[in-house]
């Protein structure tokens, strides 16, 4: 008698092979995720710096050096983290940063939100002897996935005070 049919242990190798594989194949697609969504934070990280920098030292260039004072705006954050100065039109510029969020206020105008992802923001003179250079750092950091975050930290040029 000829029968046609899979016996028991033909069907649970089929099983473990297909589970094996299918594990294997959600792992490579778990790891190719993680790795589109590691370089899809750094990418926006990267342009949200790019441009809060370009912003910030657009408007310090076109500023007074004689009346720039870092400061901190409460007490409840770090020291250097608050830039105030007037412009060469008389504006009053203002950056600071308030827990995760930096700001810009120009005259009296709401504060715009520049950023929500801001860790760090510092302002310092790097030389003592020359006030009309200001050194800015800034690090921003936004969630992965799960509990994982990704940092990025950007120290820009020097900035030049033209005025």
Not at 1 to 24: A, D, P, Q, R, Y
Not at 63 to 72: E, F, K
Not at 129 to 135: F, H, T
């Amino acid at each position: 008698m000829n029968k046609k049919g899979w016996t028991l242990v033909e069907l649970m190798i089929i099983v473990t092979m297909f589970g094996i594989l299918s594990l294997s194949v959600s792992s490579l697609f778990l790891q190719i995720w993680r790795f589109y969504r590691i370089t899809a934070v750094q990418k926006e990280l990267q342009e949200e710096a790019r441009t809060i920098l370009e912003v910030i030292m657009r408007n310090l260039r076109n500023g007074r050096s004689d009346s720039i004072v870092i400061s901190r705006h409460n007490p409840q954050q770090p020291p250097y983290s608050k830039i105030d100065f007037y412009t060469v039109e008389g504006s009053s510029v203002s950056y600071y940063q308030v827990g995760r969020t930096l700001y810009e206020k120009i005259d009296n105008r709401q504060p715009r939100v520049l950023s929500r992802n801001v860790t760090y923001f510092a302002i310092t003179f790097p030389r003592s002897y020359e006030m009309n250079i200001v050194s800015v750092a800034i690090t921003l950091e936004k969630e992965l996935y799960e509990i994982r975050r990704k940092a990025l930290h950007m120290a820009s040029e020097k900035i030049m005070v033209m005025n």
